[in-house]
């Protein structure tokens, strides 16, 4: 019998209480009861025995653009064990139970923040994520933006943030497209200023949400839709100078601010952040967004794939590329032409644009023909990857 089990409300105390005993954090009454009510989106399965709860995973049914498509993504958040029960495969099956449900719900990519990154390489996840984060003296935003517009604080307007979240979130990789709960639950938790630029025929075109305390400005997110909007965002945050010694911002890591500012030798830190893996990699591929601007419009690619953890992945998948429609061939033994091979690993990071396949061949990371290669590297579009979100 399966010591797995899909858990609820009537289990909420117990999760808790591992969730803040692994974390080593501790929630007032308000703060737990808002968890809870989090925590009803939530798939959530446990490890039970005799004593109870050992261990536990909870799965979050998300989106994600991804080359500005949305996909179903499972995100990966609380898993933790009690310590007289680790070491005894208990999360491994968790893991490995989660991918299952994820493909049979669709959810053909998912995301994790680790506390080790080698040990959930182990289960197919990557590294494919940064957190950029800058630290600027609020004098140096003090310059003449040449703007054109204006800028005004508002109540929070989720239709009117998210509008302007969509609008730039679909140019990264991995951001979440967010519904109404997203925003209540996770992003406007916090007490934030929210400052919304709008250029002269009143249309916004960015927003800032940010605190001022201590004297230091945290920017908890900045979106905009062209540079005329950042430019208004960045005179806006200047007029704090009064208040605020410093800024604290998180940027995706192509971030261009450096150019804008005109002394640039300011904290700049880029951080490991989140990991990604392909839980389906045939209806992955079939609903991948290729670049079909090259001349070679007919493609025919093979690509084999080695996951481990989750072996009906492994094998090897013909890619067919038209101008219009993609088709994947499976196929669990090897081929003769050329081909490429990766783990899951590469294969998922690759694919969501964190490196480039021949930044892979050149470190020994990804093998192959090289002339495969060379095309596997015209149709992965360019696009940064970045995720504003945490869970």
Known sequence: MSKIHKLSVEDFEEIFELSQFAFQYNLSEEQLSKKKEEAKRHIIWGWKDRE???????????????????????????VATWPEYRRQGMVKQLLFHALNHMKANGQTISFLHPFSFPFYRKYGWEYAFNEKTYTILTEKFKKNWEINGFVRRIKQDIPLLNQLYNEYAENF???????????????????????????????????????????????????????????Q??????????????????????????????????????????????VDVQAFLKSYPFDRTSKNVLLSLGIMVDDEFFPENTGTYILNLSKDTTSVTFSHSQIQQPAIYCSIQIL???????????????????????????????????RQTYLADFF
Not at 212 to 230: C, F, P, Q, R, T
Not at 357 to 368: F, Q, R
């Open 173 to 231: 990789n991995g951001m979440l497209n967010r519904d109404e709960k997203w925003w209540k639950q996770r992003v406007l938790k916090d007490e934030y200023n929210i400052a919304v630029a709008y250029n002269n025929q009143k249309t916004p075109v960015g927003y800032v949400m940010y605190v001022v305390k201590d004297e230091i400005m945290n920017i908890g997110e900045m979106v905009y839709s062209h540079v005329a909007g950042l430019r």
């Open 52 to 78: 109870g709860l050992a261990a536990k995973l909870h799965l979050l049914p998300l989106n994600c653009y991804i080359n500005g498509k949305n996909f179903k993504m499972g995100g990966i958040g609380g």
């Open 233 to 278: 965002l960045l005179h806006f945050i200047g007029n704090h100078d009064s208040m605020a010694k410093k800024v604290k911002m998180v940027v995706p890591e192509n971030d261009l601010l450096p150019l804008f500012i005109d002394e640039p030798r300011f904290d700049q830190t880029i951080n490991p952040y989140f990991m990604a893996r392909i």
């Open 348 to 382: 998922s990071s690759m694919l969501l644009g964190f490196k480039r396949p021949m930044e892979y061949y050149l470190a020994g990371l990804l093998d192959g023909d090289e002339k495969a290669i060379e095309q596997l590297e015209m149709i992965i579009p360019k």
